[in-house]
């Protein structure tokens, strides 16, 4: 096992020496099981991730998975959320891409880079894909997680085709190559050389900075936030959007410094869990509630792709979130100034999108949970503004889900909506912009129950039945007061490469357009998470604001009753609503 800073292969080691002059060691290995990748990249417990080779044997697998061309003498980028184990990950990994034959890792200073700024710099230093040390929002500490994804050429996680494959290397690896260089100093900015392996250690933030600036109108954004009316708070949950927060929002766009919290990076995150959310962004939750709460709030995860959005004591879900960006951004955002080429959101997000996506008369998809499913959509030039539940929102100006952009997004509507407004004239608020919206389009009331690390044999039995029900529903049958119009397993097949996903969340569609969703998460490292997602349409505006618990109270007691979750899980109660 690995023991001190620097990790130390423990095994006899051949040694090669290569014609660039670095010295590569060919390391005998066995192959270790359970390296499939989730959702989002290799997540487990850290514990897990210090076992002799299991980092080394994943890094190896995926250099065996890719074709010669995508790494060879090429440009790798490295960076990560500043959890525990990214340190001595960060040496690995280097190593074993110098071993490989790649020409240059471009890193992020301390080895920290955001999810959505890997992406960006993917992009534009034409990079051939990167690494990401992160197991996103979930807690970090020797005790908790840790994770690695892998994104291609274009900033977007690799395909399942590369996951695949990669896992079917895992299972028959016999070797690693590593190269025999000393462990590269990421505390400053600079470069070094080893043979024709260069580690440049850059600033995380520059070239993402820039790509925001060619984004959003930063002069309007500032006009708001220099405002003496407008005050705006940022909980970074001590993740790595505090190496972002300060240069973007105080340093350029003039917040001040009191209206950042939990700003700097730490490796167990501060003891939290750094998921945006009502449940886990408590700080947040609490000051935007308070009596003399800010005007805008907002917090992002672990690696700095997933926001919340909260107004005064008014909480934005994240399904209403993309809808309220996809109907202002035309006006609010420079980026989008001819008009969002399509819209999409994930099966179970709701329905809110699709209502402005037929009133703007844009293309619009639906696809499965996963970020993944949007970038060939992008690719093809055929969406611009997507989001899902999950508390992800983003566009095309990346490949990855964008907390920073997000929020940066809802400062320029917000900002767009009051550009007129005279001092002590009253602010168009967080919240009405969101009622506004729904007067607009009607309000899609959305809860989401989380059920976190439940048994995995009774999750899935619970699956199984559900299956089962579904297999002989029909359309018209009566449910309490709602009637069935299809139920089924989703499936998505990718309309550009005509690939394939199946099994993806089982739904309930009733004939008035209100859906139960029922879907395992990909996620979790421990167990299983039993989601359920509800909504419901309501047109009419004198009910909007109705709470949307008691909105959504009759859908969730037949989605309990449908489910049999008790008896299937022990559980009486959900650990997470959203
Ligand atoms: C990650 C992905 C998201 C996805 C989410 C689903 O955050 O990047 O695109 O929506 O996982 O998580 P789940 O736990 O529901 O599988
Ligand atoms: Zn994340």
């Not at 060691?25 to 080779?53: D, M, W």
Request: with cysteine; hydrophobic share 40%; proline share 4%.
């Amino acid at each position: 096992c690995i023991s001190g800073r620097s990790f130390r292969f423990v095994v006899k080691a051949s040694v090669q020496t290569a014609s660039e002059g670095l010295q590569i060691k060919a390391i005998p290995t066995k192959p270790v099981e359970g390296q499939k990748t989730g959702t989002s990249g290799l997540r487990k417990k850290v514990k897990v991730f210090q076992q002799e080779n299991y980092l080394a044997n994943w890094i190896q697998a995926l250099f065996n998975s890719l074709p010669l061309e995508d790494y060879k003498d090429g440009v790798l980028v490295l960076g990560g959320d500043g959890r525990y184990f990214n340190r001595e990950a960060a040496q690995i990994i280097i190593k074993i891409a110098a071993g490989n034959g790649v020409g240059k890792i471009l890193v992020g200073r301390d080895g920290l880079m955001s999810t959505p700024a890997v992406s960006a710099v993917i992009r534009k230093q034409k990079a051939n894909g990167g690494f990401i040390m992160s197991a996103s929002h979930n807690p970090g500490g020797p005790e908790y997680d840790w994770g690695i994804k892998f994104n291609y050429s274009s900033g977007q996680p690799a395909p399942e085709s590369i996951t695949d494959k990669i896992y079917g290397n895992t299972l028959s690896i016999s070797e690693i190559k590593t190269a025999d260089i000393p462990d590269v100093d990421l505390s400053s900015v600079g470069t070094v050389r080893y043979g024709n392996f260069t580690v440049e250690v850059v600033d995380p933030v520059s070239d993402y900075l820039e790509l925001m600036e060619e984004v959003f109108d930063f002069q309007l954004i500032k006009d708001l936030i220099s405002r003496a009316d407008f005050r705006f708070s940022f909980d970074a949950m001590h993740a790595v959007t505090g190496a972002y927060a300060k240069p973007i929002f105080v340093d350029r766009l003039g917040a001040s410094l009191d209206s950042i919290s939990n700003g700097v990076p730490l490796e167990d995150f501060g003891h939290g869990h750094p998921d945006p959310n009502l449940t886990y962004a408590k700080d947040l939750v609490n000051i935007m509630y308070a009596k003399d709460a800010p005007d805008f709030g907002a917090a992002s995860d672990g690696d700095g792709d997933r926001n919340m959005i909260l107004g005064r004591g008014f909480f934005i879900t994240p399904s209403d979130s993309v809808a309220i960006i996809a109907a202002n951004a035309q006006a609010a955002i420079p980026y989008f100034k001819d008009g969002p080429k399509g819209l999409a959101r994930s099966m179970p997000t709701s329905g809110a999108l699709d209502r402005v996506a037929s009133k703007l008369n844009l293309p619009f998809f639906e696809v499965p949970t996963g970020w993944k499913f949007f970038g060939n959509l992008m690719d093809a030039g055929r969406l611009s503004i997507c989001g899902e539940e999950s508390f992800g929102t983003g566009s095309d100006h990346i490949r990855e889900k964008d907390g920073i952009w997000a929020v940066l997004a809802w400062l320029s509507i917000i900002a767009y909506q009051n550009k007129d407004k005279k001092v002590g004239e009253k602010l168009v608020s967080v919240a009405d912009i969101a009622k506004e919206h729904w007067a607009t389009y009607g309000r899609n009331f959305f809860s989401r129950y989380d059920y976190e690390e439940c048994e995995s044999s009774g999750a899935n039995k619970m699956m199984e039945y559900l299956r089962d029900i579904i297999s002989k529903t029909k359309q018209g049958e009566k449910y309490g007061n709602y009637t069935l119009d299809f139920a089924d397993d989703f499936s998505y097949t990718d309309p550009v490469d005509g690939s394939v996903a199946s099994k993806q969340g089982l739904r309930f569609v009733f004939t008035d357009g209100s859906r139960i969703i029922y879907r395992l998460s990909g996620t979790g490292s421990a167990g299983a998470t039993i989601r359920i997602y509800i909504e419901q349409f309501e047109p009419d505006v004198a009910k909007h604001d109705v709470d949307a618990q008691t909105a959504l109270k009759p859908l969730i007691d037949l989605a309990l009753s449908i489910s049999k979750l008790e008896e299937f899980t022990g559980r009486e109660k959900p650990t997470v609503i959203t």
